[in-house]
């Protein structure tokens, strides 16, 4: 049976096609419900890219039940699993990850350096990564789908359900932007709910990062990405990526902690 919806800061549904500054402080308030840019990196960098993100070698998976079918180029802080020392490894390896990254479009600018450096310049009190007791998060995570298998879960995320560090204290809402590097021609569809989960259902999503569909209804945008696309949504609300069935669904992502707009956004993945 369907939930019945429950609205918890709740979103508007136009979707904006420019990244701005007026269009980043409205979805940052919730007065839009999403930013798509076409085009926004070359598609033939990105495809390049993609191939190696594929084939990388710190290619690993999410280690939820409903997450676990979905690649990751190093580990997004969610993996950290409130664990010291996995906690360690992830900010040790920050640094080093990002510039892996970096270098893997050499010598073209990373779509997520892009993205940074317009949310420095666009934000009325500019933007940093996001350093947790005082050491450096990863920013630019590859989220690799294989053909048929990977999906996500209808789920939500935010950073105050995966550490209680000092510098998260005052988060507002939580953005998330994916550049998408390789998308197959059919599935590999973003869906979103605009609305946050019931405290059941965050129960759900917190136990195994997911919820079955046929339990929420649906979603208020379905949007097929094209390769170089930029999306720019709130996850704190429900949102899922669907199989696709031809080849790899592959992007890369940042998320995006706003604190009102006279305290700098923070980036991570």
Not at 65 to 87: C, F, N
């Amino acid at each position: 049976m369907t939930a019945t919806a429950h609205v918890v800061r709740s979103a508007t549904n136009e979707i904006a096609t420019e990244l701005t500054a007026r269009t980043l402080l409205q979805l940052a308030e919730r007065e839009i419900g999403a930013i798509h840019v076409r085009g926004y990196y070359p598609v033939e960098i990105a495809e390049q890219v993609a191939q190696k993100a594929i084939n990388h070698q710190a290619l690993g998976h999410y280690h939820k039940q409903y997450t676990s079918s979905v690649g990751r180029v190093y580990m997004p802080h969610i993996d950290t699993k409130w664990d010291a020392e996995l906690t360690k490894q992830y900010h040790d390896s920050a640094l080093p990850a990002i510039e892996d990254v970096r270098s893997m479009f050499h010598p073209y600018l990373s779509p997520i350096d892009r993205v940074r450096l317009e949310l420095q310049e666009l934000w009325p009190a500019g933007a940093n990564l996001l350093r947790l007791r005082e050491r450096a998060c990863f920013v630019g995570a590859f989220r690799v789908f294989q053909p048929s298998t990977s999906k996500f879960y209808p789920h939500n995320d935010a950073i105050d359900q995966e550490t209680d560090a000092p510098e998260i204290a005052g988060v507002l809402n939580q953005l998330v932007a994916n550049v998408y590097l390789q998308v197959p021609k059919k599935g590999g569809d973003l869906h979103l709910w605009l609305r946050e989960p019931t405290p059941e259902e965050t129960a759900t999503i917190l136990d195994v990062e997911g919820l079955q569909p046929d339990s929420v209804e649906p979603p208020v945008h379905v949007i097929h990405p094209e390769a170089g696309d930029l999306i720019i949504f709130s996850p704190r609300m429900l949102h899922a990526v669907t199989s696709g069935e031809d080849e790899h669904r592959v992007g890369a992502a940042a998320f995006i902690a706003t604190k009102g707009p006279r305290e700098p956004l923070v980036y991570w993945s």
